[in-house]
């Protein structure tokens, strides 16, 4: 490990793996946790047992990521955001959560508040709106929002709205829709499924 910068009031277990030049505020970070490199950890995070993390990811102020959580390069995840880890807690009940799992895919961004229900995967580049209930899946670009979450459109790498479909074609046996981004002069292919689901929810 090389120029990773640990805050005094940090918590790191010396059986975490934390890649170089990361950076590490006043947060716990339990042993056989997996940090990349070039990540930045703010104040108050609780990072638990196992939890892997990839490179250039973010997590801000008071973010709890649990047992069988995985983010990948280059996500966002912003204050306060939650993995639930049972969301159907008694106090007097053994809990076994040794299943639960997420997986967050590249690029994607939870906005400040969210609280992610377990079993959950985000795909790359989706957007998961402030305070936003994530109660299923999320596909790729797609943003979601409210309690529970609706998939209300989908942005692509900047966030920009993606627009009216452009076509249809077929990759990997799945059909998939062609949206258009006009700032950024370019089509992103959709699945056709998720599309349906975003009519569905949008209006809802």
């Known amino acids: 490990m090389a120029d990773i910068k640990i805050h005094k009031d940090a918590f790191v277990s010396p059986e975490a793996v934390i890649g170089d030049h990361t950076e590490i505020y ?11 490199s070039n990540c930045s950890i703010r104040n108050f995070v609780y990072i638990d047992r196992g939890v892997q993390i990839g490179n250039a990811v973010k997590i801000m102020d008071g973010a709890k990521l649990y047992r069988g959580v995985v983010i990948k390069d280059g996500v966002f995840v912003g204050p306060n955001v939650l993995f639930l880890n049972d969301d159907l807690p ?11 799992q997420w997986t967050i895919e590249e690029y994607a961004s939870l906005g ?13 580049y989706a957007l998961i709106g402030a305070g ?8 790729a670009y797609g943003l979601v929002r409210g ?11 900047k966030a920009h709205t993606l627009e009216s479909r452009v076509e249809e074609s077929v990759i990997s046996n799945e059909t998939h829709v062609y949206l258009s981004c006009t700032p950024c002069n370019k089509t992103i292919p959709i699945l056709g499924a998720a599309y349906q689901r975003m009519i569905k929810e949008r209006d809802r």
Request: hydrophobic content about 45%; some cysteine.
């Open 132 to 139: 936003a209930v994530v109660t299923k899946d999320v596909p």
């Open 90 to 100: 008694r106090s007097d009940q053994i809990r076994y959560l040794a299943d639960k």
């Open 26 to 36: 006043r947060s716990v970070i339990r042993e056989e946790a997996q940090i990349g």
């Open 147 to 157: 309690n529970p979450a609706r998939l209300v459109k989908f942005v692509c790498e």
């Open 112 to 124: 400040a508040g969210a609280i992610i229900l377990p079993d959950i995967s985000i795909g790359a």
